[in-house]
């Protein structure tokens, strides 16, 4: 039966977790940014007048505003008033990865423990690209089924030393460990903000609104209040209370709807703008297939142990049922299993990795798409076997049967 595996289709898949699209303004943003780009526009040079982006881009003004909140945010342009003002090129991005992550995962609630988890992760994954340098993947693959014997994860312990502790950091992993490493000496200073730049009221407001849906959820509260309560709340317009959330919403922070009752629902946000992100700073880095790709095979050998020890048996149902009904020839469903194991990893460090190199991967591929033909009831059978080995907690035969299937696809899809 056929295979199909189209690249652009999956690498939507990854950035969108639903059919939820960018707000309008969001788009509005990313084609002003395209526009500097395309048009080499330099730091301090006009884009144009507030008036003339409006006729440029055909919206109105508060649409305008909003785009252009989160280009300052960005670090990309910021609009200025006066006779030689208009939008102005700032030629700052913040497109260091290390400072994407920085700001995004203290708003997605990370906790120490999970840092110490995903801190862990990375190391092993660093003495993997050592062993892999060395030529020596086998003395690798001995340590890693000896950490999968108890039936706990890869990361449940202390890592052994070894000269790869002086081995310089894989590029797609120094933006984590640098963030990483940021955030667990922060721990003990809590009032460092997770971003430094001052963005006046909106910014002030997104601060605080950030602050109060980390508080509700912890209390197990979604519901924020009506947009008037939450604007006499911190004492502001209901413009700039909606512009401090689409900033939250542009971090990947938040996800805002209106209740039945008229207010603010939060729903956990899927970070598309950090993925994208992350995904840009590994093309400019140029890193190819052979640079990353044994990373995430690695990785994703870790987080499924990670699942495999935590889950509780409605999740292992679930993974099954989605086997059972999944669909080959539809790209969509080829992301779905990592939509299903991640809250139950629940790690957004190691979530969001994942998700970035699974994005990179993808967008490398560009605009193939490649048709394979294979025993598909085969494949699925090996599929729901190996749930039954992670539901009995036999994780060393669940990672042996992995790499079974895991070989299998990578030979049925070659260079792809």
């Known amino acids: 039966m056929e295979i199909r595996f189209d690249w652009p289709k999956i690498y939507d898949s990854v950035l969108f977790e639903t059919a939820t699209r960018e707000k309008f303004a969001q788009v509005i943003a990313r084609r002003i940014e395209q526009a500097i780009d395309e048009d ?18 055909g919206i109105g003004k508060e649409t305008l505003l909003e785009a252009t909140r989160l280009l300052e945010d960005r670090g990309i342009a910021r609009m200025r008033r006066g006779a030689k003002g208009g939008l102005i090129a700032l030629g700052q991005p913040i497109h260091d990865a290390s400072s994407l992550l920085q700001r995004y995962l203290p708003g997605a609630g990370i906790t120490v423990d999970q840092i110490v988890e995903a801190r862990r992760a990375i ?27 108890d039936g706990q994860s890869a990361v449940s312990k202390a890592l052994p030393l070894g000269p790869w502790a002086d081995a310089a950091v894989h590029p797609c992993l120094k933006p ?32 605080f609104l950030a602050g109060e ?139 969001l990795l994942e998700q970035a190199l699974s994005a990179y991967r993808a967008r490398r591929a560009g605009l193939k798409i490649f048709v394979g033909i294979s025993d598909i009831d085969l494949l699925q059978q090996k599929a729901l076997e190996h749930v039954d080995f992670m539901r009995g907690r036999n994780l060393l035969a669940a990672d042996r049967h992995y790499m079974e299937m895991h070989g299998q696809i990578a030979i049925l899809l070659g260079g792809h």
């Not at 940021?182 to 430094?196: H, I, M, R, S, V």
């Not at 004492?235 to 008229?262: F, I, K, P, W, Y």
Request: proline share 4%.
């Open 213 to 351: 849906v980390a508080r509700l959820r912890r209390m197990g509260i979604k519901k924020l209040g009506s947009e008037q309560q939450l604007a006499e709340r911190i004492g502001v317009s209901r413009q700039v209370l909606r512009q401090a959330m689409r900033l939250l919403e542009d971090r990947g922070l938040l996800t805002c709807r209106r209740g039945r009752s008229n207010g603010i629902v939060t729903a956990a946000a899927h970070p598309a703008n950090i993925v994208r992100g992350l995904s840009d700073a590994f093309a400019r880095q140029r890193l190819a297939d052979d640079d990353f790709r044994h990373i995430l095979a690695t990785l994703d050998r870790i987080n499924r142990s990670l699942f495999a020890s935590k889950a509780d048996v409605s999740r292992f149902d679930a993974l099954q049922h989605m086997i059972k009904r999944k669909d080959w020839r539809n790209p969509a469903t080829h992301i779905r299993r990592m939509h299903i194991e991640w809250p139950v990893i629940n790690n957004p460090a190691l979530s």
């Open 123 to 149: 190391e092993l994954l660093q003495i993997h690209d050592y062993h892999v340098g060395q030529g020596r993947s086998a003395d690798f693959e001995s340590l890693f089924q000896s950490l999968l014997l």
């Open 176 to 207: 984590f460990v640098t963030a990483l490493d940021a955030l667990l000496a922060a721990n003990d200073a809590p009032e460092t903000p997770g971003c430094a730049r001052d963005q006046g009221l909106v910014g002030l407001s997104a601060e």
């Open 40 to 57: 080499g526009v330099t730091p301090g040079e006009s884009l144009g007048t507030s008036p003339g982006l409006c006729d440029q881009f």
